[in-house]
């Protein structure tokens, strides 16, 4: 079972960046897929998640801005990322849950987003 993150990078505040998370081992329609960030000296926050039905939550500090897809014949999960700010700056992790469980149990490796002012 694998998470396999992309698409971070450095970028000017007022940007876009689009994360994708290709999923392996894994019945992937299954799972509520979970975008979290953590940045220095911070607790791991979830970002934005969409659900096995397609239903998406989203922290406030990204609502307007941030949008979580899912393509399940693809086995990815996307996170657009528009008007990006400073803040946002943090390592980007996707992790999975199994549809009857609480917990997210399996994580990508991370992928790094910098946002410049």
């Known amino acids: 079972v694998q998470l396999q993150a992309s698409g971070g990078g450095l970028v000017q505040a007022g940007g876009s960046l689009r994360l994708s998370c290709a999923a392996s081992?894994?019945?992937?329609?299954?799972?509520?897929m979970g975008w979290f960030r953590q940045a220095p000296g911070k607790q791991r926050e979830l970002v934005a998640a969409?659900?096995?039905?397609?239903?998406?939550n989203y922290v406030d500090s990204v609502k307007g801005r941030f949008t979580v897809s899912r393509v399940n014949a693809e086995n990815t999960v996307y996170l657009q990322m528009n008007n990006l700010k400073p803040e946002d700056t943090a390592v980007y992790y996707c992790?999975?849950?199994?549809?009857?469980?609480?917990?997210?149990?399996?994580w990508g490796q991370g992928t790094q987003v910098t946002v410049s002012s």
């Open positions: 992790g999975a849950r199994y549809v009857t469980t609480s917990r997210y149990a399996i």
């Open positions: 081992g894994l019945t992937f329609s299954m799972y509520a």
């Open positions: 969409i659900h096995t039905g397609g239903t998406t």
